[in-house]
């Protein structure tokens, strides 16, 4: 947007309620650059506690769909609802194609206490697991209560979103089973709820006992997962699924759970940040012209790896003092 | 750096579906988010625009350049200043209309590069180089 709002500006409209304001502070969230750090605290301040939900499962499950679904549902219950919808990039080229919103109905997309967003799985400083938590974090600030988050469930990085939150419904298919033997043990550990999406489709119940059965083997927990059915075309079961992430929601604030969660996201959440950040300044400063002194001994064989490593560390530690 | 984001919507139900996946291909190989919409109305287009903070829309046309135009006066109603690129069935005495109102139009046989080129000049001011 060629005039540059000061991101302190856009931040104090959005948690006024300013639509076009949290759109543009969205994406000054998503780039994680010197503006969206200086007004990273205040978005922290300025959260109320929305209550997250994470949508995965494998492409074609009827996420979007579903989530489509879910926001008719919630707003039924008269609340406003945000989503974010993640697709993932193409590794070459770095740009991504975002197509959840095509399952998105009318009514929804034109509804003023809803709000969507696109986002892609890399291209963020930090990629996906910096940029998700943040974007939560800002939407909370700025006033919408329940966030719906869908992701692909096929990758680590993926799966690692849902961890961002409070509640992580896994969607599956009939006859899925069969299909992804190698990720279920992953996804039903996630899995606060499953549902078997395209429930109008063959081989229902014996999806819903496979699922059971497994779930009966693992040990024995104050949250058992329920497993649920629903067909997202239609909607049916949706107003079930919803009423179990609510009992959910609530089953955490109760135990406490709910903030015990919250403080070990945030601890996972900056141990990746501090990584991510060192190894962006480490390869900075290879990059760097003493740096690149220091990597041309060592390829003569002037200098041994430890003290290479030594150096570059101290031009980074200097790099880094400089920087604060 | 961030990618610049574009929103791509079929502005009638006779524009085939396949030409927007091409181009939303092209797009994305050239580095761009590419937010597909599907068939949407004026008003959807304004909302989507705002909310997803584009920096490019792109509009597939099925022959009918008043579509175009009820758009185009629909976000500027909205105070929606981005840019906008039209591809697919434009008649020839539309071209001329379109492009007075500073919409870049891409008729049936345009090559995908300058396509791809024409998004990159429109959006290059927004891209921002996060490196000191
Ligand atoms: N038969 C049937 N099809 C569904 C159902 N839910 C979604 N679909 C279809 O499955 C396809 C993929 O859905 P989508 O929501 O885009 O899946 P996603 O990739 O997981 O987001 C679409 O054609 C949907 O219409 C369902 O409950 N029953
Ligand atoms: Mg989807």
Redesign the interface.
């Known amino acids: 947007m060629g005039e540059r709002e000061s991101a302190d500006a856009l931040l104090r409209s959005a948690i006024g309620g300013d639509r076009r304001a949290l759109a543009r502070l969205l994406s000054v969230v998503e780039a994680g650059g010197a503006p969206f750090r200086v007004i990273a605290p205040q978005i922290f301040a300025a959260g109320r506690g929305t209550h997250t939900v994470g949508l995965t499962g494998a492409p074609g499950a009827g996420k979007s769909t579903l989530t489509d679904a879910l926001v008719t549902e919630v707003r039924r219950h008269g609340s406003r609802v945000a989503v974010v919808a993640v697709d993932p990039s193409s590794p070459l080229s770095g740009g991504a194609i975002l197509g959840d919103r095509v399952r998105l109905r009318q009514q929804n997309v034109v509804d003023d206490d809803v709000y969507v967003r696109s986002m892609a799985s890399r291209g963020q400083l930090g990629g996906l697991s910096l940029a998700v938590p943040e974007v939560i974090r800002t939407l909370d600030a700025a006033g919408w209560p329940v966030v719906l988050i869908e992701t692909v469930g096929v990758g680590q990085s993926e799966v690692a979103i849902t961890e961002n939150a409070d509640t992580t419904v896994v969607v599956l298919n009939p006859g899925w089973g069969d299909e992804v033997q190698a990720n279920k043990a992953g996804l039903l550990e996630i899995a606060d709820v499953l549902v078997v999406n395209k429930a109008d489709r063959p081989g229902v119940q014996a999806t819903v006992r496979d699922l059971e059965r497994m779930l009966h083997l693992g040990k024995v927990q104050p949250w058992a997962p329920a497993v649920l059915t629903t067909i997202a075309t239609d909607g049916t079961g949706v107003d079930r699924l919803w009423q179990v992430i609510t009992d959910h929601q609530r089953f955490l604030a109760e135990t406490g759970e709910r903030e015990h969660r919250r403080a070990q996201r945030r601890i996972a959440e900056v141990r990746e940040r501090v990584l991510h950040e060192l190894t962006d300044v480490s390869s900075r400063v290879e990059r760097s012209h003493a740096g690149a002194l220091i990597i041309g001994a060592l390829a003569k064989g002037e200098i041994d790896p430890v003290t290479a490593s030594d150096r570059l560390i101290r031009l980074a530690a200097g790099r880094m003092a400089d920087a604060r | 750096m ?2 610049a984001r574009v929103l791509m919507a079929k502005t009638s139900l006779d524009g085939h579906w396949r030409g927007i996946n091409v181009v ?2 092209a ?12 068939m ?2 004026a ?2 287009i304004a ?2 625009a ?4 584009v ?1 490019l829309i792109g509009l597939h046309v099925g022959g009918r350049v008043e579509v175009v135009e009820r758009i185009l006066d629909t976000l500027a109603a909205n105070g929606i ?1 981005t840019p906008v690129i039209a591809g697919g069935t434009i008649p020839h005495y539309a071209v001329a209309r379109l492009e007075k109102r500073n919409v870049s139009c891409f008729p049936p046989g345009s090559a995908l590069d300058d396509i791809v080129a024409r998004a990159r000049e429109l959006t290059a ?2 891209v ?1 180089n ?1 490196e000191e």
């Open positions: 961030v990618a939303s291909r797009l994305r190989d050239g580095g761009f988010e590419v937010i597909l919409a599907g949407v109305t008003d959807t909302r989507i705002a909310d997803e903070d920096d200043t001011q927004d921002v996060e």
